[in-house]
């Protein structure tokens, strides 16, 4: 059984290009989350997607970033104009239920540098 | 929304001897709390977690503990190897939410 993949693993871009990140779930998990972690900081929620749905995007900044979890495919994440203060490693978890004490299992990562 | 606080950020400890990490979180409500173990450059890995209508958890080397009137738990690494260093992170998630909040993450150095 696969975990969370991702990819591309490691992504550079140069300020002002796209950068589009994609997440697919373990099998037989329907919701997926979305978290940033700055170098030697924490990670903090952006967005909690079901398929077809947004749920919760009260992390991700309103101007430039984007979500989405199609019926078909994966997750993907975009963020549109990048700018240096989007390096970072983006992380996105999955679960199989909805309740609050759902487990969360996470993808290995995108490490996006923008230059 | 939840805060998490997490101490300390950095933690040494001579291999075989113990290591604590204690959180805070906000939320009384909060009903579930996870701790995720990160090595460099990798994924977090969920190496324990704990309910709210339990008080303590164990795993081989690893515990939990949890008290809900003063709002904190801690993970207990026992016995520590080499293999231990790493960020290890605990979470909680607000009453009726799904969404983690992460503690700023503490450093473990275990020396051989």
């Known amino acids: 059984n696969a975990g969370v993949m991702q990819n591309p693993r490691h992504l550079v871009r140069r300020r002002g290009q796209e950068a589009r990140l994609r997440c697919s779930p373990m099998k037989g998990h329907s919701h997926v989350y979305w978290y940033r972690q700055l170098p030697e900081e924490g990670l903090k929620f952006m967005v909690y997607?079901?398929?077809?749905?947004?749920?919760?995007e009260s992390g991700m900044p309103k101007e430039r970033f984007s979500a989405e979890f199609p019926k078909e495919g994966p997750s993907i994440l975009r963020i549109q104009q990048v700018v240096r203060g989007d390096s970072a490693a983006y992380f996105c978890?999955?679960?199989?239920?909805?309740?609050?004490?759902?487990?969360?299992?996470f993808g290995p990562g995108t490490r996006l540098t923008v230059l | 929304g939840e805060n998490v606080e997490q101490h300390p950020s950095t933690l040494s400890v001579q291999e075989g001897d113990s290591a604590v990490i204690k959180c805070t979180y906000s939320?009384?409500?909060?009903?579930?709390f996870p701790w995720y173990k990160q090595e460099l450059g990798k994924r977090p890995q969920l190496i324990i977690d704990i309910r709210s209508n339990v008080g303590e958890k164990k795993d081989q080397r690893i515990a939990v503990t949890l008290n809900k009137t003063a709002k904190h738990f801690s993970l207990h690494i026992t016995e520590t190897q080499p293999e231990d260093s790493a960020v290890y992170f605990c979470?909680?998630?607000?009453?009726?939410?799904?969404?983690?909040?992460f503690g700023a993450g503490t450093t473990v150095t275990v020396r051989a």
């Open positions: 939320d009384s409500a909060s009903n579930y």
């Open positions: 997607l079901q398929k077809e749905n947004i749920i919760d």
């Open positions: 979470a909680a998630p607000p009453a009726n939410d799904y969404k983690l909040s």
């Open positions: 978890a999955s679960s199989p239920r909805t309740v609050q004490d759902n487990e969360q299992f």
